[in-house]
Nanobody, 115 residues
Framework: QVQLAESGGGLVQAGGSLRLSCAGSGSIFSRSTISWYRQTPGKQRELVAVIGSGGTTNYADSVKGRFTISRDNAKNMVYLQMNSLKPEDMAVYYC?????????WGQGTRVTVSS
């Protein structure tokens, strides 16, 4: 069974930084692509960043150059470094593993950006 747990959200001023963490359990975590999504009320979840098992990354246009996704397979962790935060980045952020028959989400971590 795979479980994911996000942490690191909080309140930050516009222009500031936060680092989100996604802790995974299960042996497949390190062999799976992990994604970060975000959601605001009334909107669908938006894909923010993706990292493959080998470290290949991809980003939404809205966060390119500001966010960096990384992983530490030895620790079963994926990170999202968020710099130059904008009010429009405010959302609940979720990590997701969709592989090997699993489609698993964490509980989310809230990011609030004050202008």
């Amino acid at each position: 069974q795979v479980q994911l747990a996000e942490s690191g959200g909080g309140l930050v001023q516009a222009g500031g930084s936060l680092r989100l963490s996604c802790a995974g359990s299960g042996s497949i975590f390190s062999r799976s692509t992990i994604s970060w999504y975000r959601q605001t009320p009334g909107k669908q979840r938006e894909l923010v960043a993706v990292i493959g098992s080998g470290g290949t990354t991809n980003y939404a246009d809205s966060v390119k150059g500001r966010f960096t996704i990384s992983r530490d397979n030895a620790k079963n962790m994926v990170y999202l470094q968020m710099n130059s935060l904008k009010p429009e980045d405010m959302a609940v952020y979720y990590c997701n593993l969709r592989a090997w028959g699993y489609d698993t989400w964490g509980q989310g971590t809230r990011v609030t950006v004050s202008s």
